[in-house]
């Protein structure tokens, strides 16, 4: 981040990433005592930030986070990945779900320090880096399931969960392992429909 | 949220050893400075409203005994270690094939994610969802003792009817734990002064006088295990739960049943509701109800009408009495009709 790419035509996302980014890098530099401890120094205080050592999508990120901080915090604020998205923030809703070894979990009910370690595949980690569209993201657009789109992410990511647990076997099935996911446009219909053609597809592969 | 120092024992007794002190033995577990999180389902909620406040949290996820993440199922027992994820055991074939009614009632609890998040040691130990429980700024008997109940007089459709008291008329909310209960399981416990086995039945306490206090388990207990003996009614079980919608809500009323047949008739009955009560509730006298009867409907209306003698309604939610009846005798039927 720099003031010159500051000043130029950014959009509102990338200036609110931006913004949140230096915010959140601030106490770091102003304070060194909160910085992280190695664990062998002095006990550590509550508000002292914690050293966590993630790999998102492939990619290591090594973070300086208050233990406050959710993993969907951490995600969105602090890695700079807002595909996943903060719904509720309590665990109702499933907009924030990502895989965590392989896992569907809800990010906003996991403080990211005890995430150590750990693979996350966010909504972003999807695609091949040629721009193929994973198999459950193509059956989305498919079988137009979502209007507004905002559940949409963590959908998918529940959706993979899903498939992979062998829990999409029927119709009925899908409903029922996948009623962790609130879609307040209703676009459920099309959503199952999406989850059996992706399911039909990673069958065959 | 209060800030909080984060650690990760690596052994149940270094995890025992960082939560002990004078405070283990005075404050009720939910109270205490030092709390374990495990799936932090349930504890990171209730610390983003602000409901529960630890100062430290000790991450279980960091022990080391392979024997807290294991199944293990033998001729007469399965045995949970209490890492055991909700989601692993729900989809555990064994499981399922020796007691769907264990099976079940995990199945059909939270979601997908929640499940897979959620150890079964924790699940147990889940706080009410009381909506005065939930928002600070009501009084609560539960959550700040003395203050009074605001769901005594206010919007009680979702509040308990068995096992109330006049402080407290908050639900339990779990599912598994009516499983547990109605099944004799029993609960392995280490503490600072040393281990023990508890008796499912006497792990929640009813609110009675002091609600705050909702288990037997000091703030420096683990459960270690849940075992759950295997029996003639295993096999024969199930668990059925009435909601609001088709999933993913919590119980307006369930039933746990199994069943020891001879022919139609009951040998052993085996009970619990859930949705209805204050903990996990055994109906006993529905159980002694069937003894010895042919199971049918006019026997299962007689068992549900003994289970719920003792309901003490409020104003919005009477209708979990005619409910919850209707969903033992449907489970009770449902139970009989499925094969030994």
Partial sequence: MSDAKMSSGLSRRMFMTASVSAAAVMPLANSPTRAAQPESAKPAEPRDLSAVSIRVNKQAYNLALDNRTSLLDALRDHVGLTGTKKGCDHGQCGACTVLIDGKRVLSCLSFAVMNQGREITTVEGLASTDGELHPVQQAFIDHDAFQCGYCTPGQIMSAIGCINEGHAGSEDDIREYMSGNLCRCAAYPNIVAAIVQARDETRRA | ?340
């Fill in chain 2, 1 to 340: 949220m209060r800030p909080f120092v984060y650690e990760r024992p690596t052994s149940v007794s270094a995890a025992i050893a960082m939560a002990s002190g004078p405070d283990a033995v005075r404050v009720p577990p939910t109270g205490a400075d030092t709390q374990f999180i495990a799936g932090g389902t349930n504890l990171a909620d209730y610390m983003k409203l602000g409901v529960t406040r630890p100062e430290r949290l000790l991450d279980l996820n960091t022990l080391a005994e392979p024997a807290l993440r294991q199944i293990r199922i033998d001729d007469d027992t399965i045995r949970f270690g209490a890492l055991v994820r909700m989601g692993e055991a729900a989809d555990n074939n064994d499981v399922r094939r020796r007691c769907p009614l264990l099976a079940d009632s995990l199945k059909f609890a939270a979601s997908g994610q929640l499940r897979n998040m959620a150890s079964l040691g924790g699940n147990v130990l889940q706080r009410t969802r009381c909506e005065y429980f939930r928002e600070i700024s009501w009084p609560c008997n539960k959550r700040e003792p003395g203050s009074g109940c605001a769901a005594m007089e206010g919007s009680n459709r979702q509040h308990a009817v068995l096992g109330t008291s006049d402080a407290c008329i908050a639900t339990y909310h779990g599912d598994f734990a009516q499983a547990l209960v109605a099944l004799d399981a029993t609960v392995d416990i280490e503490g600072s002064r040393g281990r023990r086995k508890l008796a499912f039945a006497k792990l929640h306490r009813r609110p009675g006088e002091t609600p705050d206090i909702e288990t037997d388990l000091a703030a420096d207990e683990l459960i270690t295990a849940i075992e759950v003996p295997l029996a003639p009614w295993s096999s024969r079980s199930r668990y059925l739960k009435i909601r609001d919608r088709e999933s993913y809500a919590f119980a307006l009323a369930s039933a746990a049943v199994a069943l020891d047949m001879d022919g139609e008739t009951v040998r052993s009955a085996r009970i619990a509701l859930g949705g209805v009560a204050t903990v996990p509730w055994r109906a006993r006298e529905a159980e002694d109800a069937l003894q010895g009867k042919v199971l049918d409907e006019a026997t299962a209306q007689e068992a549900a009408e003994a289970a719920f003698a003792d309901a003490r309604p409020r104003e919005h939610n009477a209708f979990k009495i005619p409910l919850g009846k209707r969903t033992l005798v449907r489970a009770l039927l449902e139970t009989r009709n499925m094969k030994g």
